[in-house]
């Protein structure tokens, strides 16, 4: 990709059957992101949100269009291949952490290493590297149930960068936390975009959230129907500050 995108969709369309009826969940979306953003998505419950995520992520495939990450051509892997893609470079962040309970903080962030081949030695040096990197090299030994939830988020995302991937998508990564936690968090993804220009891509309800985006899209039946403005963007910022619950009319 000549033009600097790390994520390109390009008219992407998914139905999925409820019997025998479809059900379009992402209708021809079309949407570009630059390396080192963070891109909100916003929108009601049903408008796609989580469909568009997991075609980005390789989860599940389109039925027409095209997902472009890092140059390639999601279309192009066969199923090893699409494996391998969600392993190297994609890092999910979900609202419930989904660490391995019976994992302390360090061999939670070692298993995408591990499953990547990367050796022991390597895995140990980059896992504590990047809890370093979160704030949490004085937790490297907890277990998620030693832990608040957002040293778990923190340590979800050491986990979605263990292997270097560009892309971290978030499916309302903010859900679960208080408000100083979730802008926290916030803190951290606009530190890892500007020192390591990673990217992410993140589906969200939450003002805190929207506030700290470079770009935000509002969703709606399966397309994107608009652009949030700079306005929609400040107004986030000011209505996070007293009610994260109240979003005044920012999806629509
Ligand atoms: N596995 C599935 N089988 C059938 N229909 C599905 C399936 N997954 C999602 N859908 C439907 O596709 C549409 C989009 O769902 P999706 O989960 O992407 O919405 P969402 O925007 O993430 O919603 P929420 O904010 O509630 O998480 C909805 O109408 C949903 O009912
Ligand atoms: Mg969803």
Do not use: W
Request: net charge negative; proline share 4%.
């Amino acid at each position: 990709m000549s033009d600097g995108s790390v994520l390109q969709a390009v008219q992407i369309e998914k139905k999925y059957r409820r019997g025998k009826i479809p059900v379009p969940a992402v209708n021809g979306v079309d949407f570009r992101v630059e390396r080192g953003e963070v891109v909100g998505i916003v929108g009601p419950s049903g408008s796609g949100k989580t469909t568009l995520l997991n075609l980005i992520g390789g989860l599940d495939r389109p039925d027409n269009g095209k997902v472009i990450v890092d140059g390639k051509d999601l279309a192009q892997f066969n199923d090893d291949q699409l494996a391998d893609y969600r392993l190297k470079k994609i890092g999910f962040i979900f609202q419930f952490y989904n660490l391995m309970s019976s994992l302390t903080a360090i061999e939670n962030v070692e298993l995408p290493m591990n499953l990547a081949k990367v050796p022991k030695t390597e895995q140990e040096r980059r896992a504590y590297e990047l809890l370093q990197t979160v704030g949490l090299e004085g937790r490297v030994d907890h277990y998620p149930d030693q832990m608040s939830g957002g040293e778990q988020q923190r340590v979800a995302v050491a986990r979605a960068l263990a292997n270097n991937a560009p892309v971290i998508l978030g499916d309302e990564p903010t859900g679960d936390l208080d408000s100083k936690s979730a802008e926290s968090l916030m803190e951290l993804i606009k530190k890892l975009c500007t020192e390591k220009q990673v990217t992410f891509v993140l589906v969200t309800h939450d003002p805190i959230v929207v506030a700290q985006c470079n770009r935000a899209y509002s969703m709606r039946d399966g397309r994107i129907i608009h652009e949030l403005s700079k306005e929609q963007l400040d107004a986030a910022k000011l209505s996070g500050s007293y009610d994260r619950t109240a979003m005044n009319g920012i999806y629509t």
